[in-house]
């Protein structure tokens, strides 16, 4: 009896797990104090998932259409497969770190269509490109898909021929750089040689043959040093090789390639995409200490790659867009003091929202009852999960419970079917 | 037999004594607390003690106190035999009458359902099935209950052989007819769901039914309002149960229930929780949780981890 029982109810009935265990100590001198009558209970109509699974086969978690260009509000709720290249150039950072096993788990890479991303592609169809740049704030809690919304964004531009410049976190620059050297291009600002080195090369990775084949060139003269000079007219391709070559100069040269950018956006050669993870970390306090005092710290303003990222989320150019997230995650914690908020006027704090206003807030909710059920079916069409409890209805119901039909939290519990 | 007979007149002598000591202790006690010696009864006894020697001992049973002695010293069995040295009960000689005559009336007993049983078959009668004794609703007593019963020290073979023969009178098909016999020596569950009082269906204007409930766990509190024809939407301090339980062992904590009454994505729930931890926030919605749903499922009851727990702080 309970062996067919027991799979069912084997995780999250703690009860019955209980109940077995008693009963089998019990049974000689308690009969029937221990146990449950199973059988009984489901003649009284409490349902035995095990004889009611979900009807295989019928669910339709997959649209055929991989081009992101196309995706329109039909196509909600369901996945559409990712090219390995396109995985390559646009989704090698960024994504939540799960996801990179799972895309290899499941021998193809797979994003959901989700609202968010078609309102937002809804509004980049629409927008007038002759009009300062649109900025939209992707904000949501933990877990409930910004970032993926923001690959799926990045695909959607880059398949239309944008040029991309992606920071997958923000807070990296002010946590995690290894090497910090005072400018000399201006006093009072910090360079990260290594990091702006790093934000160019992911920029020619990104858009590496599309920059090659725009062939843009550079406004202006640009003098590093006594020898090393940018001449106007230069391909920016050269000048982006120079930043990666003379890593001392990567900041100023960043700068220098953001300004062209959104000189040639502004005059129609090219589309821009600004992709900003978790951008509220641009307005926190740094991890690096001051040389005068243990107790201070820089602030990420003074950082000089924060500043030129700054410039790019200006509205001053006309020709693009910007995407960021606002991320609780990218907000320094105070001890026993957990964020109460995920709002976005919370996370980047007065300054930040001065600067960035206005923007158009985009909501990332958690699954919808079509959306989970969808991400479910594909878990099942994976073999991701593969408890036989886990394909019946009343397993499902569990999985959305326990998971609140977050995101994340579906996949953390899917895990363990 | 002289020997017991010395020793239960010595008994009976020592027991004289002590009772006549009691007597006079008594009108002393009365003359000293200027009351009549004549009328002074137990409970003024007790009042008397407990004034004259206060006692700041937390042990009730380690007070100082003055009982009749039939209540203070311990019973001896009477007489089983008479004048003649013959004993009263058939089975004397077997050492332990009182139980061997039980299994010699228990055999008895199934013996004749049985019997019963094969006439019914030759009448083509049916057991009936909705007097059947319900065997989760109770458990045979412990040894010591049937030790305290039957007045006798058993060993542990002569219990099991008292469950086993038990245990085939009760799972015979027609054993509702020897109820009265089998329900002395099995002990009723249902006490805990007879006492505890299932809250009242109260309806909200739109004529949705709705429970409340309230209750604790080690330090915390919950007040649970439980809505009927829901879609399992669960909101907690104004929260979902995400940002109320980050961890997933709470979440599994207050499904259990629901799981259990297969209430899960059927009811609303809407719950405050104070005070506390979260496992003990997570433990005190669980027990209210479940509750107010109790009065659909019956075998609630047998499960060990749904009895309330009551291990509440000595200051909550």
């Known amino acids: 009896m309970f062996s067919i029982v027991r799979p069912v109810l084997r995780r999250s009935a703690c009860a019955c797990r209980l109940i077995t265990s008693s009963s089998s100590n019990n049974s000689s001198t308690e009969q029937g104090s221990g146990t449950i009558n199973f059988n009984e209970l489901f003649q009284k109509g409490i349902e035995n998932p095990i004889r009611n699974p979900v009807k295989k086969g019928l669910a339709v978690c997959r649209t055929n259409q991989t081009d992101p260009s196309q995706h329109t509000i039909r196509h909600e709720g369901l996945y559409y497969r990712v090219a390995p290249e396109a995985i390559q150039r646009w989704m090698k950072e960024g994504l939540h770190p799960d996801i990179y096993p799972l895309f290899r788990a499941f021998n193809e890479s797979c994003l959901m269509v989700r609202r968010p991303a078609i309102e937002i592609m809804e509004c980049m169809r629409a927008a007038d490109y002759s009009l300062p740049a649109i900025r939209y704030m992707l904000y949501g809690r933990a877990g409930s898909g910004k970032s993926s919304t ?268 | 037999m002289r020997a017991y007979l010395e020793r239960a007149k010595a008994h009976d002598a020592f027991m004289q004594g002590e009772i006549s000591e009691y007597e006079i202790g008594k009108r002393h006690l009365a003359n000293i607390m200027g009351a009549d010696p004549d009328n002074f009864s137990q409970e003024d006894i007790d009042k008397a003690v407990e004034y004259l020697l206060p006692s700041g001992l937390f042990d009730k049973e380690a007070r100082p106190k003055m009982k009749h002695p039939h209540d203070v010293i311990p019973k001896r069995k009477a007489a089983e035999f008479d004048v003649d040295g013959r004993p009263f009960h058939t089975y004397f000689y077997t050492a332990k009458p009182q139980f061997f005559k039980l299994m010699h009336d228990a055999v008895f007993v199934l013996e004749s359902l049985k019997k019963e049983e094969d006439k019914m078959l030759r009448r083509g009668e049916e057991a009936n099935a909705d007097k059947k004794i319900i065997i989760g609703a109770s458990v045979w007593l412990t040894k010591p209950a049937v030790e305290e019963k039957l007045q006798e020290k058993l060993s542990d073979e002569e219990y099991d052989s008292f469950i086993r023969l038990f245990t085939r009178i009760i799972e015979h098909p027609i054993s509702y007819a020897e109820e009265t016999f089998i329900m002395q020596y099995r002990r009723v569950l249902s006490a805990e769901s007879m006492i505890s009082s299932i809250p009242e269906l109260i309806y909200d204007e739109a004529g949705r039914p709705y429970q409340e409930a309230e209750g604790a766990r080690k330090t915390s509190k919950a007040y649970v309002k439980i809505w009927s024809q829901g879609s399992g939407h669960v909101t907690v301090n104004g929260t979902d149960l995400l940002d109320c339980f980050p961890e997933i062992l709470d979440r599994e904590q207050v499904m259990s229930p629901l799981h259990f009454t297969n209430t899960l994505g059927r009811v609303d729930i809407e719950a405050r929780v104070e005070g506390g931890g979260h496992s003990s926030r997570a433990g005190a919605l669980r027990e209210e949780a479940l509750s107010p749903t109790s009065s659909e499922i019956p075998p609630l009851r047998v499960s060990p981890r749904i009895i309330k727990n009551n291990n509440v702080s000595f200051f909550g």
Not at chain 1, 265 to 279: F, M, R
């Open chain 1, 150 to 417: 923001l690959a799926h964004l990045m695909h959607f531009c880059g398949s239309q021929d944008w040029v991309i410049t992606h920071v997958p976190w923000a807070p990296v620059l002010h946590r995690y750089s290894k090497e910090r050297v005072p400018s000399t291009f201006k006093e009072g600002r910090i360079d990260q040689p290594a990091d702006a080195a790093k934000w160019l090369s992911r920029l020619m990775t990104t858009n590496d043959p599309l920059l090659k084949t725009l062939n843009l060139k550079t406004h202006r003269k640009y003098i590093w040093s006594r020898r090393e000079v940018t001449e106007e007219g230069d391909a920016l391709t050269e000048l982006i090789d120079f930043g990666l070559q003379r890593v001392k100069y990567a900041p100023d040269v960043m700068g220098a390639v953001i300004r062209e950018l959104k000189l040639h956006a502004s005059s129609g050669n090219v589309k821009v995409l600004v992709a900003i993870d978790g951008v509220n970390g641009m307005w926190e306090q740094t991890r690096y200490i001051r040389e005068e005092s243990r107790h201070k710290f820089f602030h990420a303003q003074e950082l000089t790659i924060v500043q030129h990222l700054m410039e790019f989320l200006k509205n001053d150019w006309t020709g693009g867009a910007s995407v960021c997230t606002v991320d609780e995650g990218a907000t320094i914690k105070e001890m026993n003091d957990p964020l109460t908020s995920y709002m976005p006027r919370f996370l980047l704090g007065q300054k930040g929202f001065d600067f960035l206003d206005p923007f158009i807030p985009v909501h990332v909710p958690d699954y919808s009852d079509k959306e989970a059920n969808s991400c479910l079916d594909y878990y099942t069409d994976r073999k991701w999960i593969q408890h036989p409890a886990g394909l019946t209805e009343a397993g499902r119901t569990e999985m959305f419970f326990l998971s609140c039909k977050n995101p994340l939290e579906l996949y953390k519990v899917s895990r363990r079917w």
